[in-house]
């Protein structure tokens, strides 16, 4: 069925959009189009509801030009047979730009607060004594934003600011070691670009359809309001 774009009357489902490529289809969701088009393999769609990773349901078969196993995203506002790299731009509940920066600057005190005083009393009080705030601090940096961020999706920053990161595949914690990547993709890319990349990735969600940095595209992870 060929369905045009002022139609008003037509039940949310997938439907041919007129002028859309020949064999492709996309979702209406009874008011607008929601998501690009999408070639059809096979003659069952999943249902309205249906969005997840895997191989789906016999009854509900893959969608799209893509082999089954591939992944999709999930999350509030994120229409079925979105694929993961595309689903955090209709994602509904993306944080700002000014919430992700007050919670890097949270998590950046956290992180350097403790190891500048330690510096300040091993200087003029005792450098065994300093030595160990020092290294208390870096702990404490660690617990925060590697830890307690990759199990519970929310460092100190990110409570403050009323935000988490999540995996744009499951909607969940993204785990320590994507956090942990999260790091050193940005630190190890700066390195061999002269800081370009560290500037550009901070930058990036200002004008991203997503809200993302690029380390998140790579990661496939977004910061949402929690």
């Known amino acids: 069925m060929t369905l045009g774009n002022d139609s008003t009357t ?42 997840g990773v895997g191989a789906p349901h016999s009854s509900q078969r893959q969608y799209g030009q893509y082999p089954p196993g591939t992944a999709f995203g999930v999350g509030p506002g994120v229409p079925p ?20 920066v007050g919670a890097w600057l949270v998590d950046a005190l956290v992180w350097w607060s403790p190891f500048f005083v330690g510096l300040l009393i091993a200087g003029g009080v005792n450098e065994v004594l300093g ?14 934003s590697l830890v307690l961020q990759g199990v519970t999706s929310r460092s100190l920053g ?6 988490k ?22 630190w190890g890319f700066s390195i061999f670009s002269c800081q370009i990349y560290w500037l550009l990735d901070v930058l990036w969600p200002l004008w991203d359809d997503g809200g993302e940095r690029i380390t998140d595209k790579i990661l496939k992870t977004a910061v949402v309001r929690s």
Do not use: C
Not at 158 to 163: A, L, S
């Open 131 to 144: 030595a160990g705030v020092v290294v208390v601090s870096l702990f404490t940096g660690i617990a925060n």
């Open 158 to 163: 990110k409570r403050v600011m009323g935000t």
């Open 165 to 186: 990161l999540v995996g744009l595949e499951t909607n969940g914690d993204p785990g320590i070691g994507t956090v942990l990547l999260r790091f050193i993709i940005p």
């Open 81 to 100: 047979g979105i694929l993961v790299k595309e689903s955090a731009k209709y994602r509904t509940d993306r944080a700002s730009y000014g919430q992700r």
């Open 10 to 51: 037509q039940p949310p489902g997938w439907y041919y959009a007129e002028g859309d490529p020949p064999g492709s289809q996309r979702y209406w969701d009874g008011v607008q189009w929601i998501g690009g088009p999408q070639r059809v393999m096979g003659s069952a769609h999943p249902s309205p509801g249906y969005v």
